[in-house]
């Protein structure tokens, strides 16, 4: 597959990021889909890619202080995504179908939600590349615009699919509340934010995650 960022015609850039983050999320959303009722085998899908990029993909692109905090930033999307469907699940607002054994929550879904930072990140920053002059503000809308579409696409899939239904959340497009969308966008927006914040705390040169 050709290197994205060999191209240098900014427009086209842009064009084939969107198409290619697109088209990833139509593929992993059907993946999901079929095998939804196998969540073991989804599971270990999702700590192999997990550990392929920690062992070989991430150090191969990535300097030492991005990837550390693309670390933490995996670390604390799979808790906070993991405390939001225990809550979302125990108050009814949406469950997941096709579990075995009578369980409620998929094996697979920490390891996604860890993934979920990984591919909004890579998103994120291959935007970030397209603006002139960078400033925190435009990082912030860039990222509030990319967790609130992208991660929306490969739901309209999965819940289409039967992997889960949402309940009681208001207004929704294509089985997606426009309220999950808009907590979605403020909750990565915000792991965003505090790991800016890390980085200048802790003086951490980076060049994604810098006021």
């Given at each position: 597959m050709f290197a994205l960022e060999k191209i240098e015609n900014p427009?086209?850039?842009?064009?084939?990021?969107?198409?290619r983050a697109t088209?990833?999320?139509?593929i992993s959303g059907t993946v999901i889909g079929l095998l939804h009722q196998w969540d073991l085998v989804l599971a270990v899908i999702c700590m192999v890619r997990i550990g392929y990029f920690?062992?070989?993909?991430g150090p191969k692109y990535l300097d030492a202080n991005t990837l550390k905090i693309v670390y933490l930033g995996m670390g604390i999307t799979c808790v906070s995504g993991v405390l939001t469907e225990a809550l979302g699940i125990y108050f009814d607002f949406w469950n997941y179908h096709d579990l075995s054994g009578g369980r409620v929550y998929p094996l697979w879904l920490p390891f996604m939600w860890a993934l979920s930072f990984l591919f909004l990140f890579r998103i994120e920053s291959r935007y970030i590349r397209l603006l002139s002059q960078v400033t925190y503000f435009q990082k912030l809308l860039v990222t509030a615009f990319v967790s609130m579409v992208f991660p929306t696409i490969g739901?309209?899939?999965?819940?289409?699919?039967g992997v889960w239904t949402y309940y009681d959340m208001g207004?929704?497009?294509w089985g997606v509340p426009y309220l999950a969308m808009f907590l979605l966008m403020i909750l990565h927006t915000t792991i965003f934010t505090f790991l800016c914040y890390w980085?200048?705390?802790?003086k951490?040169?980076?060049a994604i995650f810098k006021f």
């Open positions: 427009n086209l850039y842009g064009l084939l990021v969107t198409l088209v990833l999320l139509l920690v062992f070989v993909n739901e309209f899939v999965t819940i289409n699919l207004p929704q497009l980085c200048k705390i802790k951490i040169e980076t």
